[in-house]
């Protein structure tokens, strides 16, 4: 009979069970204090320690993980924000530019001060006559196209700094590869006239 019960303890007595009661009963750990300092859990190291110890190196390594996260936000937001400065001054250079060439010329040495992967420009086709026999057509990009994008990273600011998915780099950057984050600005009046993306490897 003994086996019995036992048995029927056993079937009773299984993960969900337990984390219910656990649920059920937050006190549990309280009433029973004395119990809870000599419970012992597995160890991958250390072999066991107690669920106190357990509990407490688990909190530990959250933590870590946490102060790991908030560092590289940090860290990113201040890159961002440099970025974005840069942005502002090679906007200044682009504008006193006296052609498009010279405005590539300008940018793709912008690009090389800072160390970025590449810079590109993309001129909107409705505005911009660079159809053929131009030697500027691979610049040409669909304002339809590109709404899309616009909308999603955009929005109502003249400014982007993050990263794109594969159609919106494929649009945007056809030639690019291993592309990290960028920096894209809507230039012009309104920026009606064309889009430039930075790319930062």
Do not use: C
């Not at 407490?56 to 970025?83: C, D, F, P, V």
């Amino acid at each position: 009979m003994k086996h019995v019960s036992e048995a029927a303890s056993d079937s009773l007595l299984n993960d969900s069970a337990v984390s219910d009661y656990l649920l059920q009963n937050p006190d549990f750990f309280i009433r029973n204090a004395r119990k809870v300092e000599q419970m012992v859990v597995p160890h991958p190291i250390r072999g066991t320690v107690s669920l106190v110890e357990w509990q407490l190196s688990r909190q530990r390594h959250q933590i870590a993980q946490l102060e790991e996260e908030i560092t590289l936000l940090m860290e990113q937001a201040s890159a961002n924000h440099q970025l974005f400065e840069q942005l502002l001054t090679l906007q200044t250079r682009l504008a006193a530019a006296d052609s498009l060439h010279d405005m590539l010329n300008r940018l793709h040495r912008w690009a090389r001060e800072l160390g970025l992967a590449g810079a590109n420009v993309r001129l909107f086709s409705e505005k911009w006559r660079i159809g053929a026999p131009s030697d500027f057509t691979q610049l040409a990009l669909s304002r339809q196209a590109f709404e899309p994008v616009r909308i999603q990273r955009l929005g109502k600011q003249p400014h982007y700094l993050g990263s794109l998915n594969g159609p919106e780099l494929l649009l945007l950057l056809p030639q690019a590869k291993a592309v990290g984050s960028v920096a894209m600005s809507l230039l012009g009046e309104r920026g009606e006239l064309r889009s430039e993306e930075r790319r930062v490897g």
